[in-house]
């Protein structure tokens, strides 16, 4: 999946942003809301998931909601009324684990410099 970078900062600290294509709209707010704050979790329930324990999982975090099964990640927008509307969209599950592993590579670089 392509996608380009941005580094957020404020005072206290610093962020990799990651965009995707317009499509992709909600898989970037589920980065820059839920990932940020709960990419242990969503790893763990992938994993559960790829590994045959469970079949599905569900969660929700800041500002998105997620079903992960073994071949797809559904991820919604959980603000309707919000005018950006950003539209849910689905992911590989492999290709999702795959992207929160480099977001966390970049992360941890950034946190270096």
């Known amino acids: 999946m392509n996608y380009t ?17 317009k499509k992709y709209e909600a898989l970037e707010m589920f980065f820059a809301t839920d990932v940020s704050q709960f990419h242990r979790s969503i790893v763990r329930d992938i994993n559960k998931v790829l ?18 099964t073994k ?3 559904s991820i919604e927008y959980m603000y309707k009324e919000d005018e950006r509307g950003f539209a849910n969209c689905r ?11 480099e977001w966390r590579k970049q992360n941890k670089l950034l946190q270096k410099k």
């Open 91 to 101: 992911i590989s599950t492999v290709e999702l684990l795959e992207l929160i592993k």
């Open 51 to 68: 590994t045959g324990k469970t079949q599905e999982e569900d969660s929700s975090g800041n500002a998105c909601s997620w079903t992960i």
């Open 5 to 21: 970078t941005s580094i957020f900062a404020s005072k206290d600290s610093r962020e990799i942003l990651f965009h995707f294509d």
């Open 71 to 73: 071949d797809y990640c």
